[in-house]
């Protein structure tokens, strides 16, 4: 299977913490994507990091790509309830996504 | 500007019966692609079109799964006979193009199947 894999699989944080997730992948990849996925919605773009970037940022969102180590890390600063959500990695090789598993986030208030 | 449309949202059948999903992409997107997204799992790529024609529809289950997008615009997606392993979320996503490299996907809500 060439789907990735998200670390850790789930995550509790308070209010207020920051969380961290990360992603490793296998193939070669033009870019990696992150997707948030509320209960009972759609998946929902965060942000893209090309494969000649290494750091994104995007309001309170973090991305890196290590591209040596095929592995990519989204940070949520300052967290919220409403960022309660399954986070999954996607990483593009060619025109096909191909996602990771998700880290299941918590935020209590 | 409208979102990806799904119908229905929930679909519950038995085994061995047939059932068909509708998605509409997003007006001007050229790229449709359907995911079907197992329970604790992500999505994997059923199939894409590109238009109205398939650009990779290698991971269809072919025996009991096809897809058309007639007119390059709405597409079904047919099961037929469903088995009990098909019972997942399956997610519609359209994108401007296919053919470039970086290409943001925006997907449906989504219909939750449950075979019985």
């Known amino acids: 299977s060439q789907q990735g894999e998200e670390d850790p699989q789930a995550l509790s944080i308070q209010e207020g913490e920051n969380a961290t997730m990360n992603c490793s992948y296998k193939?070669?990849?033009?870019?990696l994507q992150w997707y948030r996925q509320n209960s009972g919605r759609g998946l929902v773009h965060l942000i893209l990091?090309?494969?000649?970037?290494r750091e994104k940022h995007s309001g309170r969102l973090r991305v890196t790509l290590d591209t040596s180590k095929k592995s990519s890390s989204l940070l949520i600063t300052a967290s919220r309830a409403a960022d309660t959500a399954s986070y999954f990695c996607?990483?593009?090789?060619?025109?096909?996504?191909?996602f990771g598993k998700g880290t299941t986030l918590s935020v209590s208030s | 500007e409208a979102g990806v449309a799904q119908s229905p949202r929930y679909k519950i059948i038995e085994k061995r019966q047939s059932v068909a999903f509708w998605c509409n992409p997003i007006?001007?997107?050229?790229?449709l692609y359907w995911y079907q997204q197992i329970l604790g799992q992500g999505p994997k790529l059923l199939i894409q079109?590109?238009?109205?024609?398939?650009?990779?529809d290698s991971q269809l289950p072919k025996d009991r799964f096809s897809a058309e997008r007639l007119k390059g615009v709405d597409s079904t997606l047919k099961i037929q006979p469903a088995k009990l392993e098909d019972s997942a979320v399956y997610l519609c996503?359209?994108?401007?193009?296919?053919?470039?490299?970086?290409?943001?996907?925006?997907f449906g809500p989504g219909t939750r199947l449950t075979v019985l």
């Open positions: 193939t070669s990849i033009n870019n």
């Open positions: 996503a359209s994108s401007l193009g296919g053919s470039a490299m970086h290409n943001e996907q925006f």
């Open positions: 007006s001007g997107h050229a790229t």
């Open positions: 996607a990483n593009q090789a060619g025109t096909a996504l191909i």
């Open positions: 990091i090309r494969s000649n970037e």
């Open positions: 079109f590109q238009n109205n024609g398939v650009v990779d």
